[in-house]
């Protein structure tokens, strides 16, 4: 008799995703805090603990569905007192399209960091709304991003800690 715990696809899938996600959420947080930002966690695992597989049963479903659409984190620049919506997503590849956010996406003004195996991509709601994808553009990287103010090398060092994590998977 094995002592391996066989689970269902989904059910691995969902873990492995977790997983992941929470090292680029990580990865980010550290990245901000090392810029000399505020960062606070805000997404629906923090303010709702123990509630995120159960959210996919629950009625009504447009509650369920606002609540899994929070964003991670609420991230307020010190200097001038300017404050952002941040959800942060991991992609291998890097390619994000807007659909993934699913329909009704409350929070327009939020900016959606794509942490894959090469980049950390930023781009702005309105903008994925315009373009329907994160577009692999320069303008994209979050070091060329105007908005935050950020330092190109601590980014590039947090891009190096992504590739190391996220090395061993397959795109």
Known sequence: MSNTIVYEDRSKRFDENM????????????????????IYRYGMENTVPGIIQDLYNCKPKEVSDEIRKMPDFIIKNPNDNSVYYV??????????????????????????LVVSKKHI??????????????????????????????NREIILYFCELAKKYFSCLES
């Not at 781009?123 to 103010?149: A, C, I, N, Q, T």
């Open 19 to 38: 997983i992941k996600g929470r090292i680029a959420e990580t990865i980010v947080e550290q990245m901000f805090i090392r810029m000399g930002y505020d």
């Open 87 to 112: 959800e942060v997503k991991f992609r291998a590849d890097g390619k994000f399209l807007l659909k993934e956010l699913g329909k009704n996406y409350p929070y327009k003004n939020a900016y959606i």
């Open 121 to 150: 991509r930023c781009v702005l709601y309105s903008e994925l709304e315009e373009s329907g994808e994160l577009l692999m553009k320069k303008e994209y990287l979050l070091g060329y991003r105007e908005d935050f103010k950020t």
